[in-house]
């Protein structure tokens, strides 16, 4: 097993790595770490469990780092358990289980971690075995989960930071938000000069640094597009000091750049792409230098499959599906949601996604159409009551069908199985 490990990590480094060093201070009462720590991180799977380096892949590079005898942590940035029927059908549930067996450390909400509801998510949250952290994530003005952890190596304390982007409570369904009369009981520290996220950052970085923490490292979903502002993870980094590096999620980009601080420090901001098409790290030496970077996977197999890898990730994604092929199987397989939407999922009969496929969505008066994306998903937004949904079209590979499958007057989901 440790020679197969070592194949998947020195498959991450010829197939891409890339990374900025940056100093930083050991902090001031000289602590110091008899070896290196690796953080490695997660953002946007969106449910692509299986898919690219996918988690057995991920199971073992954290093997391989813990074996060539590093600190190993392993931390999620958000919008993990929503994107594919394993997460749709299970309501989250089964993401969870295969987090749990990775042993994730830590993670943080992102914006589609309420997809299912905020209950749905708080009952999520005790269920899985490591902390979600949010320092700006409140219920009538209080923190839902504590802003901050510490994990100490040799008397050496590192922070964890989470934040989440206040573009959460129009992304996901407002109403998750509020209470049965609309009014928000949940917000995000939303301002429009982004200055009430900046602070609360601040603050639970400052509150970390009082607590010992030589190390300040912030997980966020905030992304750096235009359309984010003013809450991007380099407006938080140019108005906030003591981060020592900014993990980031949302934008589903994998860029490496450095934002200046407060103080005009460069501050290494990181991210790794989406459905696991890169493995983030962050890396703090014994002499104290930390250097963030993410190895990249471009090939059209997953890890998994390409390597054949056998471990207790894949044996649990194994067991889930298991569970979930009976009713992703079924000829009408309905489950209710809650995005006031229907969505049609189309696979394979091994439940993978078919893209392209023409897919309508018909009453007694007329049919919406719409095509399937590289998940298998055509999503329509319509009144709720009951349609027949038609394939007239499929990709070449797969039989065509004109089989009628019918959804109820309420949104839903349907699960179709196209035959090769």
């Known amino acids: 097993m440790k020679k197969l490990s070592a194949i998947i990590v020195s498959m991450c480094l010829v197939l891409g790595l890339t990374g900025t060093v940056f100093a930083a201070d050991t902090g001031e009462k000289g602590n110091k770490l008899s070896k290196e720590l690796f953080i490695l991180y997660t953002g946007d799977v969106h449910c ?28 999620d940035n958000g919008d993990s358990i929503q994107g594919e029927p394993i997460g749709e059908v299970t309501k989250g549930e089964a993401n969870i289980e295969l987090m749990n067996t990775l042993s994730y450390n830590i993670a943080i909400p992102g914006t589609h971690e309420f997809d299912y509801g905020t209950e749905q998510f708080l009952s999520l949250a005790k269920m899985a075995d490591f902390p979600y952290i949010s320092c700006n994530f409140e ?76 190390y300040c490292i912030v997980l966020g979903h905030l992304g750096i597009g235009e359309d984010d502002k003013p809450w991007r993870s380099k407006d938080v980094i140019e108005n906030t000091t003591g981060i020592d590096a900014f993990l980031d999620a949302h934008s589903h980009d994998s860029e490496q750049i450095k934002v200046p601080n407060r103080d005009g420090e460069e501050i290494p901001r990181s991210a790794c792409g989406t459905k696991l098409n890169g493995i983030g790290w962050c890396r703090i030496t014994p002499e104290g230098e930390i250097s963030c970077g993410v190895y990249n996977y471009s090939n059209d197999i997953s890890a998994a499959k390409l390597f054949n890898i056998k471990n207790e990730a894949g044996e649990a994604l194994d067991r889930i599906n298991s569970r979930l092929e009976e009713s992703l199987n079924k000829k009408n397989a309905v489950t209710p949601n809650n995005v006031k939407m229907y969505r049609v999922y189309v696979t394979d009969p091994d439940g993978k996604g078919v893209e392209d496929v023409l897919v309508q969505l018909c009453d007694d008066k007329l049919c919406r159409i719409g095509r399937t994306d590289k998940d298998g998903l055509a999503s329509f937004e319509a009144a709720a ?18 089989e009628v499958w019918n959804v109820p007057g309420k949104y839903c989901d349907l699960n179709i199985v196209l035959k090769r």
């Open 385 to 402: 009551k009951p349609y027949e949904v038609h394939i007239p079209q499929v990709p070449e590979g797969y039989e065509e069908t004109d």
């Open 48 to 75: 692509g469990v299986d898919r690219n380096f996918s988690y057995a892949g991920l199971y073992e590079a954290k093997k391989s780092f813990e074996n060539d005898g590093k600190y190993v942590l392993l931390v």
């Open 139 to 214: 219920r009538q003005g209080k923190l839902v989960f504590d802003p901050y952890v510490i994990k100490e190596f040799d008397g050496v304390k590192v922070a964890f930071v989470g934040v989440t982007t206040p573009k959460t409570l129009t992304e996901s369904d407002p109403k998750y938000f509020q209470d049965e009369k609309g009014d928000f009981i949940y917000d995000f520290c939303q301002d429009k000069t982004g200055k009430k996220l900046y602070d609360a950052v601040q603050k639970a970085v400052d509150d970390a640094r009082a607590e010992g923490a030589d």
